[in-house]
T-cell receptor
Framework: EAQVTQNPRYLITVTGKKLTVTCSQN?????MSWYRQDPGLGLRQIYY???????DKGDVPEGYKVSRKEKRNFPLILESPSPNQTSLYFC???????????????FGSGTRLTVV | TQLLEQSPQFLSIQEGENLTVYCNSS?????LQWYRQEPGEGPVLLVT?????EVKKLKRLTFQFGDARKDSSLHITAAQPGDTGLYLC??????????FGTGTRLQVFP
């Protein structure tokens, strides 16, 4: 089944403890992206990657890191999480540029992160 | 900054009713996507509209792109509980990015 898999689904952690949220897609998609979803603020892009070893900042990159060493994987790293990073996180992938009419995103099921 | 505003923010209706959700902007978008996000899941792409005035139908869902490509609407006929979810529009703006609206949360009661 074609899908984007995120792990873990739920995570509670303490301030300052480094964590990684994994994301993997099995569709050979070029484009991958991380979003956070907060009430009243909608989906905001954190980082995106257009291909292996190519990553770029989205709208809210502060406090996050990403890497794209393999086409299928795009982990999100929080080096020193803070309570304002408590959110619902989504990984998404697209065969090409997701803003073009031919494509669009396939989203993972989300990771609900709580930082205390 | 290009923004997409969706209305209403919340909608609670009975099964069988019709409803319309709006996605508005003061900016022109080259295309617009609609997603549905069910509770506990990620958004799922429903449709993409490209041409001003374009209408697309997906079973009981009708999507329309405004003539000036600044707005879009989603009309659901005879809503069912399975239509419950968060409806998101997303526009392809002038920054080569997809801009998401804030969403309309729909609850359909049996």
């Amino acid at each position: 089944e074609a899908q984007v898999t995120q792990n873990p689904r739920y995570l509670i952690t303490v301030t300052g403890k480094k964590l990684t949220v994994t994301c993997s897609q099995n569709m050979n998609h070029e484009y991958m992206s991380w979003y956070r979803q907060d009430p009243g603020l909608g989906l905001r892009q954190i980082y995106y990657s257009m291909n292996v070893e190519v990553t770029d900042k989205g709208d809210v990159p502060e406090g996050y890191k990403v890497s794209r060493k393999e086409k299928r994987n795009f982990p999100l790293i929080l080096e020193s999480p803070s309570p304002n990073q408590t959110s619902l996180y989504f990984c998404a992938s697209s065969l090409g540029q997701p803003y073009t009419p031919t494509y669009g995103y396939t989203f993972g099921s989300g990771t609900r992160l709580t930082v205390v | 900054t290009q923004l997409l505003e969706q209305s209403p923010q919340f909608l609670s209706i009975q099964e069988g009713e019709n409803l319309t959700v709006y996605c508005n902007s003061s900016s022109v978008f080259s295309s617009l996507q609609w997603y549905r996000q069910e509770p506990g899941e990620g958004p799922v792409l429903l449709v993409t509209v490209v041409t001003g005035g374009e209408v697309k139908k997906l079973k009981r869902l009708t999507f329309q792109f405004g003539d000036a490509r600044k707005d879009s609407s989603l009309h659901i006929t005879a809503a069912q509980p399975g239509d419950t979810g968060l409806y998101l529009c997303a526009g392809a703006g002038n920054t080569d990015k997809l801009i998401f609206g804030t969403g309309t949360r729909l609850q359909v009661f049996p």
